[in-house]
């Protein structure tokens, strides 16, 4: 079967009522509070989700949490570890977690292992 003519039922269709993909799913987006993922971020509430934002900049992650109707933010240095475990820590189920900044990995954040999400990390870290 050819996938590029398959329509997905859980997708928005044009003219049709929003999607609720992630009804009561937690998204979590580090990084929210500018570009990608603040413009992610209300895509994902529409469809259903409760989204947690997290940003370096407490002032611009506090804009950013008017722009967006969001659960929770969380003002930190995704590359301080001990801040990062203490969020993730403090959190109860997580269902999806973007990553804004850094190289692409893909697949569950589970199985990645700690050199990937290292990686990641050390990326973004140069890319200030």
Excluded: C, K, N, W
Excluded at 38 to 45: M, V
Excluded at 112 to 120: L, T
């Amino acid at each position: 079967m050819d996938r590029r003519h398959v329509v997905d039922p859980t997708m928005e269709q044009p003219g049709g009522p929003p999607s609720r993909a992630l009804a009561d799913q937690t998204v979590v987006v580090l990084g929210g509070s500018a570009g990608v993922g603040l413009e992610t971020a209300p895509a994902a509430h529409v469809a259903g989700a409760r989204v947690i934002l997290t940003g370096r900049d407490p002032q611009r992650l506090a804009r950013a949490a008017t722009e967006v109707s969001v659960a929770h933010t969380a003002s930190f240095d995704v590359t301080d570890e001990a801040a990062l475990g203490a969020f993730f820590g403090g959190l109860s189920a997580i269902d999806h977690v973007l990553l804004t900044a850094g190289a692409p990995r893909y697949g569950p954040l589970l199985e990645m292992d700690a050199d990937a999400v290292r990686h990641a990390r050390v990326i973004t870290r140069r890319s200030r």
